[in-house]
Every structure is written in C-alpha cells, then in structure tokens.
C-alpha cells in the first residue's frame, strides 16, 4: 500500500525557519516525483513545488510565492522528501501536504496524498 | 484569486447529478495543458478522480466524468451518494506563472 506521511509541523516565528519531511512507503521512492502542496485556512490547494526523481537529475521548481524561500531534497536511501522553509511569512500558515506523481517520470498529476501537516507562522 | 475559476459550492439529492465548472484562460486550459479533477476531504484523505482531461485512475467510478474544451473544463457527478460530499479542485498548468495552478475549489453537499 503506498503511503505518505508528513511530519514537522508546528509553531513557527515570522522570519524563522522550519523542515517538513514526507516519508514514504509501498513503493520505490526513488522512482517518483515527490510534489508539496499546501491549504491555508479556509482557502483553496496551492501548489507550492516539486522534486523530479534522480533519474531525471533530480530537479525542483516552485510556486512564485514560495520560489527563493523554500527548498525541496529528497534522501532516496531513507525515502524522504524534505521541504526546507526559510524566512517565514504568516501567510505561509498552512496545512502542507506531500503527493506523489502518477507515473515515473512525470511531475503531475498527484496520485497519491499524505494527511498533511499543519504549519503555523505567528509571533 | 485563482488562475482557474470553479464555483463555490453545488448541491444535489441523492440519486441526482450535479456538475462543476473550471473557467481557465489561454495560458493553461485554453494553452492545451491537462486538467486534473481531485476530491478533497481536508485531513483525511485526498484522491485524483480524473487526469489528462477525461481518464478515471483505476478504482475510481464511473459516476465521475469530465470533459475540457477551449478555456474551460468540468466534472460530472451522477447517482449522488452521501460519501461523494467533499471538495473538488480543478488543476493544470499555466503557462504564463511557469507553475501548477488550483482552481478555488468548490463544496460538494449532498442533500
């Protein structure tokens, strides 16, 4: 069964930093796209970016509101994706989820989600 | 404001049907880029419905259509079921941002 779980969230300080970790299982990890997509309260799914697996040179991109403050890795010996998150902004304050790409190779669409993790950006 | 418009919320009775739009522009649907539907039940569970337009993913049933043409796509729902209450989100590509865009999302409530 492929699984998705997403763990660091937390209470954060505007303009500290935070690292979101995805860990995965049911399927071989390296093989897939690892994409992170957020929900801030009471607003609609934002895609925040993605990391191509390392077949694909292991490249990123990002959403414009993130691109310069966030970094995706990905550890393919412990299957995890981490999302780094710099300079915190409370409009960062979401609930942000890991979702794995549909097939090998593609970045999108998002077949399989985890639960999410709930980040808040307050002083 | 989403790069994709989709309505706020529909409803329906069971049994019944109801169906949501997504309102895009020449720079992603309109550009030829893939829509994806996904319902959405935040904190639980979140699940691909329909990708590249009009494919259903093994699993998930017929009851769920859509369709794309020009600037536009939308879901159809058939034979409501009380489980089918959720959120449902367009995406695609945009071509202009360089990024993957959402629509807004709209709220399912069966009656």
């Known amino acids: 069964e492929v699984q998705l779980v997403e763990s660091g969230g937390g209470l954060v300080q505007p303009g500290r930093s935070l690292r979101l970790s995805c860990t995965v299982s049911?399927?071989?990890?390296?093989?897939?796209?690892i994409n992170w997509v957020r929900q801030a309260p009471g607003k609609g799914l934002e895609w925040v970016g993605f990391i191509r697996s390392e077949a694909y040179d292991g490249t990123t991109d990002y959403a414009p509101s993130v691109r310069g403050r966030f970094t995706i890795s990905r550890d393919d010996s412990k299957s995890i994706a981490y999302l780094q998150m710099n300079s915190l902004k409370t409009e960062d304050t979401a609930v942000y989820y890991c979702?794995?790409?549909?097939?090998?190779?593609?970045?999108?669409?998002?077949?399989?989600w985890g639960q999410g993790t709930l980040v808040t950006v307050s002083s | 404001q989403s790069v994709l418009t989709q309505p706020p919320s529909v409803s329906g009775a069971p049994g019944q049907g109801v169906t949501i739009s997504c309102t895009g522009s020449?720079?992603?649907?309109?550009?030829?880029?893939?829509v994806q539907w996904y319902q959405h039940l935040p904190g639980t569970a979140t699940k691909l419905l329909i990708y590249a337009n009009t494919n259903r993913p093994s699993g998930v049933p017929d009851r769920f259509s859509a369709s794309s043409s020009g600037t536009s796509a939308s879901l159809a729902i058939t034979g409501l079921q009380a489980e089918d209450e959720a959120d449902y989100y367009c995406?695609?590509?945009?071509?202009?941002?360089?990024?993957?865009?959402f629509g807004g999302g709209t709220k399912l409530t069966v009656l």
């Open positions: 049911g399927f071989t990890f390296g093989d897939y796209a």
């Open positions: 995406q695609s590509y945009d071509g202009s941002l360089s990024a993957l865009v």
């Open positions: 020449s720079s992603n649907i309109g550009a030829g880029f893939h």
């Open positions: 979702a794995r790409a549909r097939l090998v190779g593609d970045t999108s669409p998002f077949a399989y």
